[in-house]
């Protein structure tokens, strides 16, 4: 089992789907060029390299128009690297069914004993 999948199994993650009536051609170039990404996400397009304060991505995976995965991270805070997914898939009247699950990594959720950070907190099962 993924690391996605055992975070949906435990409740850790939060999925959205809906229905988007764009193309899935133009959902991936929203999710894959950085000036869109910007505009839709409110991001820097530059987030993938910049160490200003902020939110911050990196595509760890990406299978054209159908799954783009980034590693999330938030620099004003002290919360742990997340992943969040989306997923694509062309509709028959032209539009795309998209998911996002945005989940915490099992490897990224245990800070370092010097981190001087708190723990991230899990809601109870």
Not at 14 to 30: D, G, N, S
Not at 88 to 104: M, N, V
């Amino acid at each position: 089992m993924t690391d996605l999948a055992e975070a949906e199994d435990r409740g850790d993650a939060v999925v959205v789907e809906c229905e988007l009536e764009a193309a899935p051609e133009k959902v991936w170039r929203a999710l894959t060029v950085p000036e869109l990404v910007s505009a839709w996400l409110d991001v820097p397009a530059h987030a993938d390299r910049s160490a200003e304060p902020g939110p911050a991505y990196r595509i760890v995976e990406a299978l054209p128009y159908s799954r783009v995965r980034y590693a999330w991270t938030d620099r004003n805070g002290s919360e742990a690297e997340s992943l969040v997914t989306f997923d694509l898939a062309a509709q028959p009247g032209g539009g795309t069914w998209f998911r996002l699950t945005h989940s915490f990594e099992s490897s990224a959720r245990t800070a370092a004993a010097n981190s001087n950070s708190p723990p991230v907190m899990a809601r109870a099962a």
